[in-house]
């Protein structure tokens, strides 16, 4: 049984105020990050029946016979098309988390320099004829409110408002379509188990069920149950690492449903947003003073720390 509390909520932030108050908007959202490393926002304009129509495909490709599904898992890697059951395995687990998902990454122009390490996406077209449509209309979607959001953590950060537009144009950011199957009551597995995300910064919708929590200051869960029609974001490892921990990358989890939930599954949507692959991860000057030394005098590259961690995650 998970030893979550409710004692504290992260309060919603308005999107809004972005056009409103851009100011306010930034120093809501980035105080938010700054304490929980988490934050979610309302009113954030995505049309619900476009996400509700990708969420539907999903279902449906994962509704499909496992010798179907396995035709669009890739020799290598996962990070395109379909990942089964009993691969992703959290940093530091033997037990694998309970989950099999769909990755759909950036489309490159023919040519570009990232094609050596960035493949093609696959479509399960054949078998779910509204995926491409649905579910790539989603990537673009979050991939622009990430921009957006990356504006006003910018300004947070005292940085100009645009300084990140040139570091994620290209970035490899993955959209994971995730199902996370009913859950045996003698279990050992939870769905999913502690971690924090690799990446700059994720953005959740299709929460349906419960379960996700963050690992609070005084070592306590603290479950996410955001409002309807909500977005979840949170920081991740390389922001982290650029911010000198200023935005800290918050250990969370999924865990297993209530009793009278086992027999429900759980689908939801997460937005990796990652740096260029080229682009070095070096600490923001701004964020380094006596009180808070450097703790990464080492740059590295986007795609470097990437691969170090797929590695990690049994996904490379």
């Excluded at 390490?117 to 077209?125: I, L, Q, R």
């Excluded at 579910?135 to 006003?152: F, H, I, P, S």
């Excluded at 000057?285 to 990690?312: K, N």
Aim: hydrophobic share 40%; with cysteine.
């Amino acid at each position: 049984m998970s030893q979550a509390h409710t004692l504290q909520r992260i309060e919603p932030v308005s999107f809004d105020g972005f056009e409103r108050d851009f100011a306010e908007f930034a120093d809501r959202l980035g105080d938010s990050f700054a304490r929980y490393g988490f934050a979610v926002i309302s009113d954030h304009g995505l049309p619900q029946a476009r996400i509700d129509a990708a969420l539907a495909a999903g279902k449906e490709f994962f509704a499909l016979p496992e010798a179907e599904k396995l035709k669009y898992k890739l020799p290598v890697g996962g990070q395109r098309g379909y990942t089964p059951f009993g691969v992703e395995t959290a940093k530091g687990e033997t037990n694998y988390d309970l989950k099999e998902f769909w990755h759909v990454g950036r489309e490159l122009p023919p040519g570009h320099r990232y094609r050596s390490h960035m493949a093609d996406n696959v479509w399960p077209d054949a078998d779910v004829p509204d995926f491409h449509e649905t579910v790539g209309w989603l990537y673009g979607a979050l991939d622009a409110m990430g921009l957006r959001l990356l504006e006003a953590i910018a300004a947070y950060l005292g940085l100009e408002r645009h300084v990140f537009d040139p570091t994620v144009d290209f970035g490899n950011s993955i959209l994971r379509l995730l199902h996370y199957p009913p859950v045996p009551v003698d279990g050992p597995h939870i769905r999913a188990a502690a971690h924090e995300d690799i990446n700059v910064i994720t953005l959740l919708l299709g929460a349906e069920e419960a379960g996700l929590e963050v690992l609070d200051r005084d070592g306590r869960w603290l479950p996410i149950n955001p409002p309807p029609g909500s977005l979840v974001c949170n920081i991740g490892d390389m922001l982290q690492r650029l911010t000198n921990h200023r935005l800290p990358s918050t250990t969370h989890r999924v865990v297993n449903p209530a009793p009278e939930r086992r027999g429900v599954p759980r689908y939801s949507t997460p937005f990796f947003l990652h740096f260029n692959s080229d682009y070095e991860i070096r600490t923001l000057p701004s964020c380094v003073d006596l009180a808070h030394p450097d703790r990464y005098p080492t740059s590295i590259t986007a795609d470097e720390f990437l691969q170090e961690r797929l590695r990690e995650i049994k996904l490379a």
